[in-house]
């Protein structure tokens, strides 16, 4: 089932167009990975569908409703979660304190504890220092803060903006163990990530942003074997 609709996006910064009539769909259950070059426009399209940027035209549809020019606390309310570039955690603040804030949706504490209880069982760490600072944290703990704060409004589509980035390479296999098993939960990503071999070894399919612009899409297999691929992202 289509879960979002990505049609014909068009998004300036003042005079630059930062993307130039973008279309994407990801459907129930997938994980879609963005890959691109830095500034090919792929935070920009998250940010975009998370009502953080405004779209200058074109339309995103999530579940069937259009949601471009709602707030970003409403699209929250309708079930799409960021997990943003530098993962944006409040550093002054507790683990625990850091997950209580992405639970603000829970109507009940019963709600939030059991949330909070399942993002400790995927993040036994968190677990550990959830009355640390979350500054204190080292990049792979923050990162982890990050995706759990992001699950405790239990999003049915998580938008995840270089989960890999700073991070050392065995942490990065652990990172991304963590989103397949988030996915085989049964949580839509829409993934954007510069370690293109990662983010494909993961994905169901892909998109290439290439300067604002899709320029190529396919399975993950297909991808992994596109010549073009290969020479501009895997080192190939």
Known sequence: MLLLKVENLNVYYGAIHALKGITLEVNEGEIVT??????????????????LLRPQSGT???????????????????????????????????????????????RSRE????????????????????????GTLSGGEQQMLAIGRALMSRPKLLLLDEPSMGLAPILVQEIFNIIKEINEQGTTILL?????NMALSVAHRGYVLETGRITLTGSAAELISSEDVKKAYLGG
């Open 192 to 196: 954007v990530e510069q370690n293109a």
């Open 34 to 51: 963005l890959i691109g070059a830095n500034g090919a426009g792929k935070s920009t399209t998250l940010k975009t569908i998370s009502g």
């Open 60 to 106: 995103i549809t999530y579940n069937g409703e259009v949601i471009n020019g709602l707030p970003a606390q409403a699209i929250v309310k309708k079930g799409i979660s960021h997990v943003p570039e530098g993962r944006r955690i409040f550093p002054n603040l507790t683990v625990m304190e850091n997950l209580e804030l992405g639970a603000y949706l829970h």
């Open 111 to 134: 709600g939030m504890k059991k949330s909070i209880q399942e993002v400790f069982r995927r993040f036994p760490r968190l677990r550990e220092r959830q009355k640390q600072m979350a």
